[in-house]
């Protein structure tokens, strides 16, 4: 009895601090995979892995790669800087870069619903560390959606709840726009090459499809300044 009764409390213990330790510090960096759409729609390529990088980085507590660093890790493998970071691919990266996880995203259609998955796996046993979903009824709800799975995120990845209410403006306040967000993203990805010049066309793009977006528009002030 004696022995049933440690055993039942050594249990209790260790899940209780299994449950409680968080999936990741903040001494730990992540890497953002490009998202796998299966809608068809190729306004969500892109787009949708921008704005999920706005959202975590609003976050005191997660570090996420850069574009650049990725892109010389590419190299590195003796690929072209603009390859494909799929899930395996963004394994190897982090592996290379001493990274912990990866964060996989997709979305599917169903009818006219899309369904949102945000996945953070670990780079070296391709486990899930953590996963959350959420529904949008339309395209011009997906943003929203996009919004809620990082928060969920950003919490089920050991962020506390305090740090989270701080600093989490929804991605909508940044823009409302697919087309101008997938502008904005393939400026950024020309920008990370060092082409300054070639990448303010589709910071301007941005400008024109969302007059309110903020952030298109200084960094549209960067790049000249760069030049």
Do not use: C
């Amino acid at each position: 009895v004696v022995l049933l009764i440690l055993a039942t409390a050594a249990t209790y213990l260790l899940f209780r601090r299994d449950s409680t330790t968080p999936a990741l510090t903040n001494k730990d960096t992540i890497l953002l995979t490009d998202w796998v759409n299966q809608t068809g729609e190729e306004v969500f390529d892109g787009a949708l892995k921008q704005g999920l990088s706005v959202q975590l980085q609003q976050s005191p507590f997660l570090n996420i790669s850069p574009e650049t660093r990725i892109q010389q890790t590419l190299r590195l493998m003796q690929r072209p800087a603009d390859t494909r970071v799929t899930r395996a691919i963004g394994r190897e990266i982090a592996e290379r870069q001493g990274l912990k996880a990866l964060i996989v995203g997709s979305i599917t259609k169903l009818d006219r619903h899309y369904s949102i998955t945000l996945e953070a796996v670990n780079s070296q046993t391709d486990e899930t560390i953590a996963a959350t979903q959420a529904e949008a009824d339309s395209k011009d709800q997906v943003l929203k959606a996009l919004s809620q799975t990082a928060t969920d995120l950003r919490a089920k990845l050991g962020e506390s709840l305090q740090s989270i209410q701080k600093f989490d403006a929804p991605l909508e306040l940044t823009t409302s726009s697919l087309d101008a967000l997938k502008a904005f993203s393939r400026g950024r990805e020309v920008a990370a090459t060092g082409r300054y010049g070639e990448a303010i066309p589709f910071y301007k793009r941005a400008t024109e499809l969302d007059p309110n977006f903020a952030s298109a528009f200084w960094i549209t002030g960067w790049m000249y300044s760069n030049i």
